[in-house]
């Protein structure tokens, strides 16, 4: 469903529904708005365009096969002249993407996979073709985007099938990652990992930052992120290097510490076993979907947390 309210005394203008084939009922995470238009997507995996004013459909087009498992909970974004669109759905051990779709005819203009393609040199990331064509690593959250950098930034899901790294050894990119995209053609510019190889969930879904600050006396353009697997992650938006990695709660147990590139190392002695191990954070994660706040005025980023154990 969707509404359309006024503000000023939450009389309902107009309501839309949409005949849903099945699907995901996970949630729908917001709309996306562009002149008088209005954009979401469906459980069904579609998406959605209707007219503002009136909440007459425009349009709608498949994303995702729910056969497959693929849904649209995610927001689509406004970046320039293009709706940046990104897939749910984790069930099935299927790939996940990003794509650009043109706002007035709901077109296709650029699409790109979380995996690379094989013969690409992070395709040995993964230890077969098999694996990396069903490696997961939705695009669960809303992108962030530098218009001025003209880059996207989006965060990626958990690689499948999921708690069995063993079945999947190597890095498995670009799952758990941030990742700059060229906006016009949906290249790839650079990917930073938070979890290589991950093990319980902790996908990097969470909210970018993007904050125009200081960093040891030099103006810089970083990007934030405060992770689920419990570390917050400082890194140069225009380049990908890491500036800073630290835990973001006093639990976290399941990294021995962080590498020269700025990641966070795992304790193997954690890993699912006979009696189990007990971890932390839990499965939800330190910070999860709740988006953090940053005060220009101070330089502090306010962000919720939840310390919690899993076995």
Known sequence: HAWAVDARTGQEK?????????????GNRGMAMYGDWLYFGTPDGHLVSLDAKTGKERWHKQVGDTRLNYYASAAPTVAGNQLIVGVSGDALDVPGWLESRDPDTGEIKWKWFTVPDKGHPDAASWPSDFRREHGGGMTWQPITYDPKLDLIYVTTGNPNPMYVPEVRKGDNLYSCSIVALNAKTGKLVWYFQTSPNEAWD???????????????????????????????FLLDRVTGKN???????????????????????????????????LISPSNGGIQNWVPPAYMPSNGLLYMNAVQGFDI
């Open 14 to 26: 107009w309501h839309y529904y949409w005949k849903t084939s099945g699907g995901e009922y996970i």
């Open 202 to 232: 902790f996908d990097a879904n969470q909210v970018a930052m993007l904050i125009d600050t200081r960093v040891a006396g030099k103006n810089r353009k970083v990007l934030a992120q405060a992770t689920r697997n419990g570390f917050f």
């Open 243 to 277: 500036i800073l990695t630290t835990r973001t709660a006093e639990s976290v147990n399941w990294s021995m510490g962080i590498n020269a590139t700025g990641q966070p190392v795992r304790d193997d002695s954690k890993l699912d076993q006979p009696g189990g191990a």
